[in-house]
């Protein structure tokens, strides 16, 4: 079964614009993690946070972490049509990780 | 550094019918991951092997599916026979440990696209 319930299913939004997912999960984790797939390519890591923090930045990515809430947010800003993609999170344990069913964002030039 | 390669790309069959899809992780990686993922949905774990032993197969319908690790390198996954529901993308994936810790950064192959009709 999946642990990572991403929302909204789908998001479109215009370049230039943030676009925020959110991701709820059902158990104790100790990281979360969101990984990004371009349509027909494989996923490709993005970020992980750890259970004992409550913000990361990278580049233009932040992604926060309520574990009290069990919910993360991924959080794009000044999109870009290369942004484009399907969004997962990912919770992780005994080296593996489970995903959820994903946002596909939609960024229009 | 190379990625992790997946062959083939494109495999389409009619149903009852076998298939077998390859994986080489990248150098080095002791984990190797088969995902399945159904159009619109996120990948579902089907097997997990460390070096050449099988962690958790859990997922996996064994009545149809096996897949083996020889030598703890590349990794073969097949279906026999297959049925309409087992067209998904087949995704193969690895992770590596530093010294004795996990990182917890799963690398993706392309994947291999099944459609059985």
């Known amino acids: 079964s999946q642990q990572g319930e991403e929302d909204p299913q789908a998001l479109s939004i215009q370049e230039g614009e943030n676009a925020t997912m959110n991701c709820s999960y059902k158990t104790s984790i100790n990281n979360l993690q969101w990984y990004r797939q371009n349509s027909g390519r494989g996923l490709v890591h993005l970020i992980l946070i750890r259970s004992n923090e409550r913000e990361k930045h990278s580049g233009r990515l932040r992604v926060t972490l309520d574990t009290s809430k069990k919910s993360s947010s991924l959080l794009i800003t000044a999109s870009r049509a290369a942004d484009t993609a399907s969004y997962f999170c990912?919770?992780?344990?005994?080296?593996?990780?489970?995903f959820g069913k994903g946002t596909k964002l939609t960024v229009n030039p | 550094e190379a990625g992790v390669a997946q062959s083939p790309r494109y495999k389409i069959i009619e149903k009852r019918q076998s298939v077998a899809f390859w994986c080489n992780p990248i150098?080095?990686?002791?984990?190797l991951y088969w995902y399945q993922q159904i159009l619109g949905q996120g990948p579902k774990l089907l097997i997990q092997f460390q070096n050449n032993g099988v962690v958790d197969d859990s997922q996996l319908p064994k009545d149809r599916f096996s897949a083996e690790r020889l030598k703890g390198v590349d990794s073969t996954l097949k279906i026999q026979p297959a049925k309409l529901e087992d067209s998904a993308v087949y995704l193969c994936?690895?992770?590596?440990?530093?010294?004795?810790?996990?990182?917890?950064?799963?690398?993706f192959g392309e994947g291999s696209r099944l459609t059985v009709l």
């Open positions: 994936a690895s992770s590596l440990r530093l010294a004795g810790v996990w990182t917890g950064e799963l690398f």
């Open positions: 150098s080095g990686h002791a984990t």
């Open positions: 990912a919770t992780g344990g005994s080296e593996k990780l489970v």
